[in-house]
T-cell receptor
Framework: AQSVSQHNHHVILSEAASLELGCNYS??????LFWYVQYPGQHLQLLLK??????LVKGIKGFEAEFIKSKFSFNLRKPSVQWSDTAEYFC????????????FGDGTTLTVKP | SQTIHQWPATLVQPVGSPLSLECTVE??????LYWYRQAAGRGLQLLFY??????ISSEVPQNLSASRPQDRQFILSSKKLLLSDSGFYLC???????????FGEGSRLTVL
């Protein structure tokens, strides 16, 4: 069975600080990897995704994530966070034979102080 | 454009009462549809998915059921709610490539 582990449950940063949220997964086959974000009062929405190719993927609002297959990791990064990045972030994985049946991590709440 | 809506947004129900949460999708045909539940402080757990009208797969044993009476309608139901059914329920459809999910607004259910 596949699983996803997000190491940080709550992260507090000041504006302009760099961000890295950890995500490790366990799955025995080819995977598609995602980061979703839920801003306060808004829908859960896709931040970025990895299907294949360049392991460094870029998403919206300056976020990027790097797929390291040997480490089963897909960490999310942003060089300089803004107050508006305050949100809950979820890492998710799905095998390519069951697209849409995603396994999610428990989420990381990011609070950015102005 | 593709949109997804679910309702009601908030629901407070007594133990033993029935439940019906509804989800509709616009702008796409024959979508794969999903019901997820998010317990407090936890990630999303897949409850049901459907690849077509009348086709429902359950991922976890539970007190809930799902139905898909029309191509773009997905309903989550229960005949008798339990306290443990409280949570935040999300309906979603899968994008055409790779399984990315598009979520509805969510329905917060509190069972008292």
């Amino acid at each position: 069975a596949q699983s996803v582990s997000q190491h940080n449950h709550h992260v507090i940063l000041s504006e302009a600080a760099s961000l890295e949220l950890g995500c490790n997964y366990s799955y025995g086959g080819t995977v598609n990897l995602f980061w979703y974000v839920q801003y306060p009062g808004q829908h859960l929405q896709l931040l970025l995704k990895y299907f294949s190719g360049d392991p460094l993927v870029k998403g919206i609002k300056g976020f990027e994530a790097e797929f390291i297959k040997s480490k089963f990791s897909f960490n999310l990064r942003k060089p300089s966070v803004q107050w508006s990045d305050t949100a809950e972030y979820f890492c998710a994985v799905t095998g390519d034979t069951n697209a849409g049946k995603s396994t999610f991590g428990d989420g990381t709440t990011l609070t950015v102080k102005p | 454009s593709q949109t997804i809506h679910q309702w009601p947004a908030t629901l407070v129900q007594p133990v033993g009462s029935p439940l019906s949460l509804e989800c509709t999708v616009e702008g796409t045909s024959n979508p794969n549809l999903y019901w997820y539940r998010q317990a407090a402080g936890r990630g999303l757990q897949l409850l049901f998915y459907s690849v077509g009208i009348g086709q429902i797969s359950s991922e976890v044993p539970q007190n809930l059921s799902a139905s898909r009476p029309q191509d773009r309608q997905f309903i989550l139901s229960s005949k008798k709610l339990l306290l443990s059914d409280s949570g935040f329920y999300l309906c979603a459809f899968a994008g055409e490539q790779g399984g990315e999910l598009f979520f509805g607004e969510g329905s917060r259910l509190t069972v008292l």
